[in-house]
């Protein structure tokens, strides 16, 4: 049986039945002090190398044109300018970005032919200061032929539309088709086939910092570059490779505070290889840092999505097979680590139900937009936003709950083996389901709903269910290509952590997982601590990167929920490793076997009651290594790597594509304003299977800031085009975020926990979940209080200008 946990946002959670006298104190954030006392090390604060310049980048104010000439000169002879560069010296110095797949689609760092949208940089001006350098970016003249431009996924597959990358033939970036099982047949003998179509918006994550990169060409050559970078580092192969440069000839800094990022920041890398360029004809370091309308422009944001479904399903309302078509629009470039949005939830395409077969028609296509990248919830978002508003199709087309319907169909044995190779560690889905209804209070949400359509306002509730992945198998990326055409398989999800003691006793633990405010070093210092019996006082945790330094791997970064299920069972193993050492240098000083003492208080204690402190035993290998046990090392360092059984996609295209799978149940109730329209959350109950809770208080601050992530994408946030490309969303003004007074809404969240067997301590990732399940459930609920008027929701963002627009011609308008 699952362990619940249930609370209202404003008490604390606890374990049923468990007195406050036993509960165990849990030590705060130690990132926080700085943060909110202004101490923080953001990369715009650092000046790591002396007489380093600054950079402006010129950028495009066409969404699609041929580039005809770009006039370097002016900007050049102006005064304390140092160096410029355009197209001609990238296109010398720098081959594209190796792509994903084989897509005949060049991207590098700038336009090196035509300009494929607005703002796209076009050149680099460097210069003393950045004033200088920004008044000489406006002297850089571009002479270019407008092209007709192709804006949103539907316009790229139009049979006569514009071609941006005409060596490739065709918009369309990456299509490929998926079968499982006898979907045909399933759908041949259905009772029911219910069908729909939707739109996912592009939203981002507005970090507080912006993008900011420090570079510098060194002889050799070498690259020595900072950036507020979080990973994938599979991106360093990728800027060796358009530099030209051995991966070893590239180090790069991350320093411990980035300012945010939840994805957006995965996308900064073309940036260090166009500055690594420009301190190479500067002959100095180049800093440049992102303005916030830079940022809107050209930074990167989450795929838009069209997407159309079917389900085939019985008078019972069990849903027997799947179809999908899915269409990404990746912006002007299918950009690395992309397509990674359309694959990454491949192993839980089917979600939480038991769905036996399936077929997926899977396609990324360019337009003159922002190229995309990873945002919180990347694919998982998209995906549960067609298949919940189906299961709400369904529910209609069979006459059950909406809750019933998916009741009928949820995974209730683990594990469980999707058709697409997904393999579901754990969960108690059900339980999960029943406390969501608890917490909701569905009874007296019901009786609201009435009340409200009575008086004429419109009232819905609407339900989310989604399984989350956490612990990327990077395989799935290969998923892309053809089977016949992968020249070698690739996978893993590989993180390694290193932890040493020093002659006091006291526990350095180095991390390569680049946070982004999570609260790494918080978790990995209290996990380290109780494996090593240690006040958590002992335990000091490294989070700055430095990849000459620091342990890493391609697949290490803050991305895909990886830190609960991966970092931390490297810190379990390289801490019990250490552990076992200590215990040898203990037994020494006690006279005692090793293997019958234990690490608890500070110190290394027997039954018996004999002890000797932790730093004293460690003192026996820093001083006296000679009278260590045979076959003890004499160190106190050790470096683990934690990789689970991954494998690549099969020849028939099947893969696991990530190590645990968690489950978030999710209840909106909202209530528009009959005179106004004006949506508002009326009650929120969250709930997440997480597995092991390793912090209570942190997994708390992932679901709020998920469930607020989300509301902004759900309700507010939208990067929007006009028809010639030109962004219309690219300040604040335009770009609305909630804040604090949007998230003051009734929130009821709780825990159902089903360890994972996968990981040494049983946790999953738990920071994404409800920026995939949120959205849906806003949406479900906006559909059931619009449900009088009769008119379709099948988009987001929904705000009062969309019910507008819904309901005109009805008579609520």
Not at 482 to 505: F, M
Request: with cysteine; net charge negative; aromatic share 6%.
């Amino acid at each position: 049986m699952a362990e619940q946990r249930a609370h209202p946002m404003h008490d604390e959670q606890l374990r049923h039945g468990e007195p406050a006298a036993q509960r165990r104190w849990v030590p705060s954030r130690i990132e926080d002090a700085a943060l909110v006392t202004g101490r923080g090390g953001f990369l715009d604060d650092l000046d790591p190398l002396p007489g380093t310049l600054v950079a402006a980048v010129v950028r495009s104010t066409q969404a699609h044109a041929r580039l005809l000439a770009v006039d370097l000169d002016a900007a050049r002879a102006h005064p304390g300018v140092v160096a410029v560069i355009g197209p001609q010296e990238v296109r010398a110095a720098l081959r594209p970005f190796p792509l994903s797949t084989g897509a005949a689609m060049a991207y590098h760092p700038t336009a090196v032919d035509r300009v494929r949208y607005v703002g796209e940089p076009v050149a680099v001006v460097v210069a003393r200061d950045r004033y200088t350098a920004e008044d000489a970016a406006d002297l850089v003249e571009i002479d270019d032929e407008p092209l007709p431009p192709v804006i949103g996924a539907r316009a790229a597959l139009a049979a006569d539309a514009p071609l941006l990358h005409p060596e490739a033939g065709t918009n369309v970036a990456t299509d490929r088709t998926f079968s499982f099982g006898p979907v045909s047949e399933l759908f041949r003998t259905a009772d029911h086939v219910v069908e729909g179509e939707y739109d996912f918006p592009r939203y981002s994550s507005v970090p507080m910092e912006c993008y900011s990169v420090i570079a510098h060409w060194k002889s050799g050559p070498e690259v020595e570059a900072w950036a507020n970078f979080h990973g994938p580092f599979t991106m360093v192969p990728v800027m060796a490779g358009a530099l030209g440069l051995p991966t070893s000839a590239i180090r790069l800094h991350v320093p411990a505070d980035i300012g945010g990022s939840f994805g957006i920041k995965a996308g900064i890398y073309p940036y260090v290889v166009l500055m690594a360029l420009a301190s190479k004809h500067a002959g100095a370091p180049v800093r440049w840092t992102e303005d916030r309308v830079e940022h809107l422009l050209a930074s990167s944001c989450g795929a838009s999505r069209v997407m159309r479904f079917a389900a085939a399903v019985t008078a019972s309302g069990e849903v027997t097979a799947l179809k999908a078509d899915l269409v990404d629009d990746v912006g002007a470039y299918l950009r690395p680590p992309e397509p990674s949005t359309l694959y990454r939830c491949y192993g839980n395409f089917t979600g939480p139900y038991r769905i036996g077969a399936i077929e997926v028609r899977a396609r990324a296509v360019v337009t003159n937009t922002m190229p995309t990248g990873l945002n919180r919830g990347f694919g998982g978002q998209q995906l549960y936003f067609g298949l919940e508003r189906l299961m709400d199709a369904v529910a209609h087309a069979t006459g059950l709950d909406v809750l019933e319907v998916r009741r009928r169909n949820l995974v209730a044995s683990f594990p469980h083996e999707t058709p697409t190779g997904g393999v579901y560690d754990s969960g108690d889905y059900h339980a999960a389901v029943d406390l969501a209804v608890k917490l909701a209070d569905l009874d007296e949400l019901r009786a609201r709903q009435e009340t409200a359509r009575a008086e004429g306002a419109f009232y819905g509730i609407g339900v989310g269910l989604v399984t989350d992945p956490s612990g990327t198998n990077i395989g799935y990326v290969g998923l892309a290509t053809p089977a016949e055409l992968r020249k070698r398989g690739k996978s893993g999800s590989t993180e390694h952590v290193r932890i040493s003691v020093d002659v006091q006793g006291v526990v350095t633990v180095v991390l390569g997982s680049v946070p982004q405010g999570q609260g790494h070093a918080t978790v990995a210092r209290k996990v380290a601590a109780d494996r090593l019996g240690l006040p958590v006082e002992q335990v000091r945790v490294v989070i700055d990167m430095d990849t000459a330094t620091t342990p890493w791997t391609v697949t290490s970064g803050s991305y895909s929920s990886r830190f609960a299920p991966l970092v931390t069972s490297a810190v379990v193993e390289a801490a019990d490793r250490i552990a076992g050492t200590v215990r040898a240098a203990a037994s020494v000083l006690l006279d005692l076997p090793a293997g019958e003492l234990d690490l608890v208080d500070g110190a290394v204690r027997h039954p018996s009651g004999a002890e000797v402190a932790f730093r004293h035993a460690a003192g026996v290998v820093h001083w006296d290594p000679g009278t260590l046990p045979e076959g003890t090392p004499a160190r106190l360092y050790e470096e683990a790597a934690f990789t689970p059984r991954a494998r690549a996609a099969t020849r028939d295209d099947r893969i696991n594509s990530s190590l645990c799978y968690g489950f978030v149940a999710e209840i909106v109730a909202v209530r528009i304003d009959p005179d106004t329209l004006e949506i508002s959350l009326d009650r929120v109950a969250s709930v997440h299977d997480a597995g092991t809770v390793l912090h209570q208080q942190l997994l708390d601050g992932q679901v709020h800031g998920a469930l607020v992530h989300a509301l902004g994408g759900a309700a507010y946030e939208e990067l929007t085009y006009d028809a010639d490309g030109q962004p219309t969303a690219a300040t604040f003004l335009d770009y609305l975020c909630p804040t604090s007074a949007e998230a003051g809404f009734d929130l009821r969240s709780g825990h159902v926990v089903t360890p994972s067997p996968l990981t040494p301590l049983g946790a999953k990732g738990c920071g994404e979940g409800s920026s995939m399940s949120f959205p849906v459930a806003f949406a479900n609920a906006v559909a059931d209080a619009l449900a009088p008027a009769g008119v379709p929701v099948d988009r987001l963002p929904l705000h009062g200008d969309v019910i507008h627009r819904l309901l005109e011609g009805t008579r609520w308008h």
